[in-house]
C-alpha cells in the first residue's frame, strides 16, 4: 500500500484545560477525499484546523508524505502546500482576479503563469466574468466560488473544506457541490471536508468519518456507514430513523428472530441467543401496502395504522405503528394512490437483509 499523505496518531486537543478532541490514528490517502460529518460541537472543525496546522495539538504525531512534522519549520513549510476553505469566504477588499493571484504571488508564481493559472480556476467555477469585480460586492453563492476557485490555484496538495456550502441557497449549493465534485475528480485533489449534511457527504467523498464528542465513531465507505452503524448514536445520525430494542429468540442458517414490543422480525445475523440487540431499518427500505396488501417476498410483513405524515422533500415520511414503531418513504402518487392518513389501515413490509442489526455489548 502507498505511504498515507497525512497520517496522524495519539492526537489530542484541549481548550481551558479540557480535552475536546482525541483521535488515535487517522489516514489520508493520496487523491482520496474523506468527509468528516457529525452534529455542531463534535470536533469537526477542531479536527480539521488540526490537520491543517491551524492549531496546536496537545499530543499528536504527523507524518506528511512519509516524513515526520515535528519542528517548526517543517510544520510552517507543510502549511504551504495546503490550503483551508472556510464556511464564510476570507476575500481580500480587491477584485477577484488579484484575490485568486494573491497566494500564487506569495508563492513566487511567475506573472505569465500566474494568469494562466487565474483563468482555469476560474472557468472551472465559473467566474470568469466575475474577475474584474470587487470581491466584497459579491453574492454568498460568488464569493464562495471565488474562494473555492482561489484555492483550486494554489494547486494544493491537501485542501481543508470547513462546511464551505452551509450558508447557501439549495439551488446554489446543489450547483456548486456539482462543480467541486467535477473539480475533485479531475484534479484528483486530496480533500478532508467538514460537514453536518450526510447528502453533502455521500455525493463528494469516499470514505465517511462520524465524529461525537470530539472522537470518530465510525468510518469507511459511505455506503457501508450508512447501511451498517456500529451504534445507535450512527444509525440516528445517518437517517436509519428506526431503531428498535429487542432481544434473539432464535437462530440459524445466517438468519435470527428478533422479539420487538410483542412481534418477532427477522433479520440477518448470528447474535446469542438471548442477546439484547438494536434492530435499525432506514424508511426507503420499507415498503406499504393497503392492508391486507399482496403476496410479498419479504420475511416480514406487518399489519399497522398511520399515525402521522410528514413532507420531506420530493417525498413523504408515513410513521406506523405496528406494535413498534416504523417508518416509510412514500412518493406523492404512491400517498393518493393508497389513500394514505392518519388512521389508515397499512401492511408495511420489509426484506431481512434490510434490517440492521446492533450488537449492545
Known amino acids: 500500500m502507498s505511504v498515507p499523505v497525512l497520517e496522524v496518531t495519539g492526537l489530542t486537543v484541549l481548550r481551558g484545560g479540557v480535552q475536546v478532541l482525541e483521535i488515535p490514528s487517522l489516514e489520508l490517502q493520496s487523491g482520496a477525499v474523506l468527509a468528516l460529518i457529525g452534529p455542531n460541537g463534535s470536533g469537526k472543525t477542531t479536527l480539521l484546523k488540526t490537520l491543517a496546522s491551524l492549531q496546536e495539538p496537545a499530543t499528536g504525531s504527523f507524518q506528511f508524505q512519509g516524513r515526520p512534522l515535528a519542528s517548526r519549520p517543517e510544520r510552517e513549510a507543510y502549511r504551504k502546500r495546503v490550503t483551508m476553505v472556510f464556511q464564510e469566504p476570507l476575500l481580500f477588499d480587491t477584485t477577484v482576479a488579484r484575490n485568486l493571484e494573491a497566494g500564487l504571488k506569495l508563492h513566487g508564481v511567475p506573472g505569465p503563469e500566474r494568469q494562466l493559472r487565474v483563468l ?113 448514536f450512527v444509525a440516528e445520525f445517518v437517517g436509519m430513523e428506526v431503531v428498535l430494542p429487542g432481544r434473539v429468540t432464535a437462530t440459524g442458517m445466517g438468519l435470527c428472530r428478533v422479539a420487538v414490543a410483542g412481534q418477532v422480525l427477522e433479520a440477518v445475523g448470528s447474535p446469542a441467543m438471548g442477546e439484547a440487540v438494536l434492530l435499525g431499518i432506514r424508511p426507503e427500505h420499507v415498503t406499504l401496502a393497503v392492508h391486507p396488501g399482496p403476496a410479498t417476498s419479504a420475511r416480514n410483513c406487518f399489519p399497522g395504522t398511520v399515525t402521522r405524515i410528514v413532507p420531506r422533500g420530493p417525498f413523504f415520511k408515513v410513521e406506523l405503528d405496528c406494535g413498534f414503531w416504523v417508518a416509510a418513504f412514500v412518493t406523492p402518487r404512491s400517498l393518493e394512490e393508497l389513500a394514505l392518513a392518519p388512521g389508515s389501515a397499512v401492511s408495511a413490509s420489509f426484506k431481512a437483509t434490510a434490517l440492521h442489526l446492533i450488537r449492545t455489548h
Open 120 to 232: 482555469a480556476a476560474a472557468r472551472t467555477f465559473g467566474i470568469e466574468p466575475l474577475l474584474e469585480r470587487q470581491a466584497r460586492k459579491l453574492s454568498g453563492g460568488e464569493a464562495q466560488r471565488a474562494s473555492l476557485a482561489r484555492a483550486f490555484v494554489l494547486e494544493p496538495e491537501i485542501l481543508f473544506l470547513d462546511e464551505p456550502f452551509s450558508a447557501l441557497d439549495p439551488p446554489t449549493r446543489e450547483a456548486l457541490l456539482d462543480d467541486l465534485g467535477a473539480a475533485l475528480r479531475r484534479t484528483r485533489t486530496t480533500a478532508v471536508l467538514a460537514t453536518h449534511d450526510q447528502v453533502e457527504a455521500l455525493q463528494l467523498a469516499d470514505r465517511l468519518a462520524v465524529m461525537h464528542l470530539g472522537r470518530i465513531v465510525q468510518s469507511g465507505p459511505g455506503e457501508e456507514v450508512v447501511n451498517h452503524p456500529v451504534n445507535e
